[in-house]
Each structure stands twice: as structure tokens, then as C-alpha cells.
């Protein structure tokens, strides 16, 4: 079961809790940063890459995940790392976590150094840009709920507009001190899966996996805010693709991703 208390823990504060991962270190996962039956799955991915970047003290920055929602998370949840293959520049990690009902979320980050190339290509069509918001504009969603974390202008999704594409400027309420790569893995995935833009209101959907390449070397944006890019390009029996794309508050990329999403309608 999740905990009701605590409710205004950060995201740095489950993050401390989980601190290498192991038996010894589990994070206890308060109501606030849940969506539905388990954990947020930007927080579970954000906890699974934070134990896996304490594995060793010398790693690389991280260059790309694989990310599986194997199962709901809730209780306390304990994170499991593993060192794949370390070579002179690269480390795959594997790192899971388990909850109360065992395993929820296998995942595989690639940590990789730079390297000087002559080759180079830029051809991420930019999404269009809603102004910033501004403070006054801003809300979070209900205490129960993982958007009560976060903030956000309007609602994250309007049912009553189809469409195949959603695209947000969002935010963590608390961001102190946290490593920019968990706050990245965090928020991109903080959008509904962009199928629901075409979909009934109660219509059920479920994030199966996750892949996401990390463009910039050190993601950075003004007073938070990223913008969330997410957009369908297939949908059929039951399953559809999105890609996505998380930029910042100067329109720099600053990761990409693909995602593969159950629906039920």
C-alpha cells in the first residue's frame, strides 16, 4: 500500500531514500506521487537511474534507457542494480525496481563518454512553442495524484479536442538539488500517452516501455520549465507508437524518445 503521509516529499527526497538502491535503502512511496494503481512511472524511472549512477563512482553521463513497466508499483520499493559490461568508455547498467507484488520496472541505461566526431547531423523538426507560462497561469493537479508535484498551464489534455499530438511546458514544483538526468527522466514522462488525445475520457491505457536517447550533455532550462512533446504516429489492435521529445526554455533538444502504449478502446 502507498502512504498518505508525507505528501510534500520531493522528488531529491525519494531520491535520497533510495540512495545506491539495495535492500537497506527503500523508498517509501507516498499517495502524492502516484497515477492510479502504481507509481508514477517518471519517478520509478527516476529512482531506477539514480541507484544505477551510484553504482561505481566514475561513470560517464548517461546517453540512453530502455525502460520496461513490467507491473504495478506501490509499497516500498527497493531498487537492484547490476553492471552489465564496463568498458573504457562505455557502462551498461541494469538496474530494477521491485515493490510490495515484486518486480514493476526493468530498465538498461547506457552511460557513455564523449567523443570528438567530424560527422554531425540536426534534423529534429521543432514542435510549435507556447509562450512560457507565467506565474499566475500556473496550477498543479489533485493532492492524490503524481501532478500534484508538478505545474503545469490548463489541463495536461483536453478530452474534448482530438488530436494525436500533446505538447506542454512543465515543471517540478521542487528541484532543488537534483541531478539534472533524474529531473530529466522524470518529466518525460509527465504527459498522458498522446493516444488519449484520440480517445473517450474513460478509455483505460497503459505505458508498456520506454526508450530515451539523451541529446544535450548538460540539461539546462529557465525556472524549470521543459517542454513535452508527444505525438502518435500508429495506432492499431489495442497498441500505438508515440514519439517523443523533451526541449527546453531556449528550444534546444534535449532528449528524444519512443514510446510503446496499451489501449483499450
Not at 39 to 44: D, T, Y
Not at 131 to 152: C, I, Y
Not at 166 to 185: H, N, Q, S, V
Amino acid at each position: 500500500m502507498t502512504i498518505n503521509s508525507d505528501q510534500t516529499l520531493s522528488l531529491s527526497d525519494l531520491l535520497n531514500q533510495c540512495g545506491p538502491g539495495g535492500d537497506a535503502n527503500p523508498v517509501t512511496l507516498p499517495q502524492s506521487w502516484t497515477q492510479g494503481r502504481t507509481a508514477f512511472g517518471g519517478l520509478s524511472t527516476a529512482i531506477a537511474y539514480h541507484a544505477a549512477s551510484h553504482i561505481e563512482d566514475d561513470l560517464p553521463g548517461l546517453r540512453s534507457a530502455q525502460i520496461a513497466f513490467t507491473g504495478p508499483l506501490f509499497g516500498a520499493l527497493t531498487a537492484q542494480t547490476k553492471m552489465l559490461r564496463r568498458g573504457r568508455s562505455t557502462a551498461f547498467v541494469q538496474s530494477e525496481i521491485f515493490g510490495d507484488k515484486g518486480l514493476g520496472l526493468h530498465c538498461n541505461f547506457i552511460f557513455a563518454g564523449q567523443r570528438e566526431t567530424e560527422v554531425k547531423a540536426h534534423d529534429m523538426p521543432q514542435p510549435d512553442f507556447p509562450p512560457l507560462p507565467k506565474e499566475d497561469e500556473v496550477r498543479s493537479g489533485p493532492e492524490q495524484f503524481f501532478t500534484s508535484r508538478m505545474e503545469f498551464v490548463g489541463k495536461r489534455i483536453d478530452t474534448s479536442t482530438k488530436t494525436q499530438r500533446l505538447t506542454r511546458w512543465m515543471r517540478l514544483k521542487d528541484r532543488e538539488g537534483l541531478d539534472p538526468m533524474a529531473e530529466i527522466l522524470c518529466m518525460g514522462d509527465s504527459l498522458p500517452p498522446s493516444i488519449m488525445g484520440l480517445l473517450d475520457q474513460n478509455a483505460m491505457v497503459s505505458s508498456m516501455n520506454w526508450q530515451v536517447n539523451i541529446i544535450a550533455d548538460h540539461p539546462a532550462t529557465s525556472n524549470g520549465w521543459w517542454l513535452i512533446d508527444s505525438q502518435t504516429h500508429h495506432a492499431d489492435h489495442g497498441a500505438s507508437s508515440q514519439y517523443m521529445a523533451i526541449w527546453n526554455s531556449e528550444r534546444e533538444l534535449i532528449a528524444t524518445g519512443m514510446q510503446s502504449v496499451a489501449y483499450y478502446a
